[in-house]
């Protein structure tokens, strides 16, 4: 079982639509959870971050982590063309030092049409 | 504040030979790292510097890629011989290193390598 599981889609939305983006963890010692977006050949650049069970919303984006369940979700409410791109998910294991090591998922390819 | 720089932003070679890639990171980011994404892939770390110093390198293949951060500021990834296996994105990314976890990466554009 990989330690991060993402379905990659692709996924095609009309205009304003509500877009969800899931992934699952297989490691509870996972605590730190993000969400990275990356437009066509540039680098990811971070959307979300979040440590806790629960939701945390920014604007149009809505992140969810269920740690009981192992699974985490990005929401995007009113979707726009803009919003085409790849979702990569992101998980940190909690530890000390200064080994942060990022976990991706494969990555959602989004495509929201007008 | 300037992002991550890399260059160069496209590379062809053909199998066997050698490559090399360089990245500039966020001025005053001491974490500096070099991931590999193949295509329709997330991001693997390859190797993962703090200031000059090596801290994960578990994934680099140590036979044919070796990489160095001589003054803890910019960074070289090499590839010798190269495989076809090696086409992907090789992208960099730097960090302001954080307790409990905050380690906001910052990525480059990343470098896309083909081998024929």
């Known amino acids: 079982q990989k330690e991060v599981e993402q379905d990659p889609g692709p996924l095609s939305v009309p205009e304003g639509a509500i877009v969800s983006l899931n992934c699952t963890y297989s490691n509870s010692a996972f605590q730190y959870f993000m969400w990275y977006r990356q437009y066509s050949r540039k680098g990811p650049e971070l959307l979300m971050y979040t440590y806790s069970s629960g939701n945390k919303e920014d604007g149009r984006f809505t992140a969810q982590v269920d740690k009981s369940s192992k699974y985490i979700s990005l929401f995007i409410r009113d979707s726009q063309p803009s919003d085409s791109a790849t979702y990569l998910c992101a998980i940190i294991p909690h530890s000390g030092g200064s080994n942060y090591k990022l976990t991706f998922g494969k990555g959602t390819l989004l495509t929201v049409n007008p | 504040e300037a992002g991550v720089a890399q260059s160069p932003r496209y590379k062809i070679i053909e199998k066997r030979q050698s490559v090399a890639f360089w990245c500039n990171p966020i001025?005053?980011?001491?974490?500096l790292y070099w991931y590999q994404q193949i295509l329709g892939q997330g991001p693997k770390l390859l190797i993962q510097f703090q200031n000059n110093g090596v801290v994960d390198d578990s994934q680099l293949p140590k036979d044919r890629f070796s990489a160095e951060r001589l003054k803890g500021v910019d960074s070289t990834l090499k590839i010798q011989p190269a495989k076809l296996e090696d086409s992907a994105v090789y992208l960099c990314a730097s960090s302001i290193p954080r307790d409990r976890g905050r380690n906001i990466q910052y990525f480059g554009a990343g470098t896309r390598l083909s081998v024929l």
């Open positions: 001025s005053g980011h001491a974490t």
